[in-house]
């Protein structure tokens, strides 16, 4: 008896084969191996063409949720500094004694936390005290400079989780000044990112003005191809409220409350002291 097929049906041998066939796989970006995103928004090539020798020592403190974040601003300091002058550890509670690096800054006295308070001198008052403390002008200090990456909430979070920090003396950067990072949303008009604290800093310390123009365009690369696939241009709290753009409800949570109404107060405060 002859083999009987469907209408339609094919043999099975057929079958069998097409089993056998891989489909296509699918198509996916070209992506960078040292920045991690695709190569046609790649930052990498606004890197400086030689890693900056500096005599600073930047050491970041990272919290978990700005690892995980698409535009995140350290790793550029990390490709753009010279290796060993910048290190990155991540997570909330750090024990000086697990890692050596972070242990030897402590107990380093040119070691700094470069974070703002009562207690926080002028970034620059320190680097005059550097260099007169100098025999030689041609070996100025070679300082650490410690920094809290993360959100302003996450950044508070990480100081006040890890007590070692409250020993260091503390450094702030005072002049105002805006920030390129202008597709995030900064609590104040002169709140900066991370790599731009550290490139600031770096150039305060090394008497080195030059180095923050050269450091910080990556950043100024990644904002323009954001932009140019549509995202907005991002203004401080403090501007939006000071120019009554702020349309939010105000947080159910009572620090960030307080947090906006303190910017609202201190607007207005000096709208006052301008009239």
């Known amino acids: 008896m002859e083999d009987v097929t469907d209408e339609g049906d094919?043999?099975?041998?057929?079958?069998?084969?097409?089993?056998?066939?891989?489909?296509?796989?699918?198509?996916s970006r070209s992506v960078c191996?040292?920045?991690?995103?695709?190569?046609?928004?790649?930052?990498?090539?606004?890197?400086p063409v030689k890693p900056l020798a500096v005599s600073t020592t930047i050491c970041i403190l990272q919290h978990p949720y700005e690892e995980s974040r698409r535009l995140k601003t350290a790793p550029m300091l990390y490709h753009g500094?010279?290796?060993?002058?910048?290190?990155?550890?991540?997570?909330?509670?750090?024990?000086?004694?697990?890692?050596?690096k972070l242990q030897?800054?402590?107990?380093?006295?040119?070691?700094?936390?470069?974070?703002p308070g009562e207690t926080a001198e002028d970034i620059k008052k320190v680097a005059t005290e550097g260099?007169?403390?100098?025999?030689?002008?041609?070996?100025?200090?070679?300082?650490?400079?410690?920094?809290?990456?993360?959100?302003?909430?996450?950044?508070?979070?990480?100081f006040h989780q890890n007590k070692f920090l409250h020993k260091l003396r503390r450094a702030e950067i005072r002049a105002r000044q805006p920030s390129q990072y202008v597709i995030r949303t900064q609590p104040t008009n002169g709140s900066l990112s991370t790599l731009e604290t550290a490139a600031i800093a770096i150039s305060v310390l090394e008497s080195k003005p030059d180095i923050v123009e050269v450091l910080?365009?990556?950043?100024?690369?990644?904002?323009?191809?954001?932009?140019?696939?549509?995202?907005?241009?991002?203004?401080?709290?403090?501007?939006l409220i000071e120019n009554g753009l702020y349309t939010k409800a105000l947080p159910k949570s009572k620090r960030r409350r307080q947090n906006i109404l303190r910017i609202v107060h201190d607007c207005t405060r000096k709208a006052n002291d301008c009239s």
């Open 33 to 47: 191996d040292t920045c991690r995103r695709p190569s046609t928004v790649c930052w990498c090539p606004y890197l």
């Open 104 to 115: 030897e800054m402590m107990s380093d006295p040119h070691t700094l936390l470069l974070f």
């Open 10 to 27: 094919e043999p099975s041998y057929l079958l069998h084969d097409l089993v056998d066939v891989c489909p296509d796989p699918p198509e």
């Open 81 to 100: 500094l010279q290796p060993g002058k910048c290190h990155i550890f991540k997570g909330k509670h750090f024990q000086p004694d697990s890692i050596p």
């Open 216 to 239: 910080v365009r990556p950043l100024k690369a990644l904002c323009n191809f954001q932009m140019q696939f549509g995202a907005v241009i991002h203004h401080s709290k403090e501007y």
């Open 131 to 158: 260099i007169g403390s100098e025999t030689e002008a041609s070996s100025p200090v070679a300082y650490n400079v410690i920094l809290l990456d993360g959100t302003w909430l996450q950044a508070k979070a990480l």
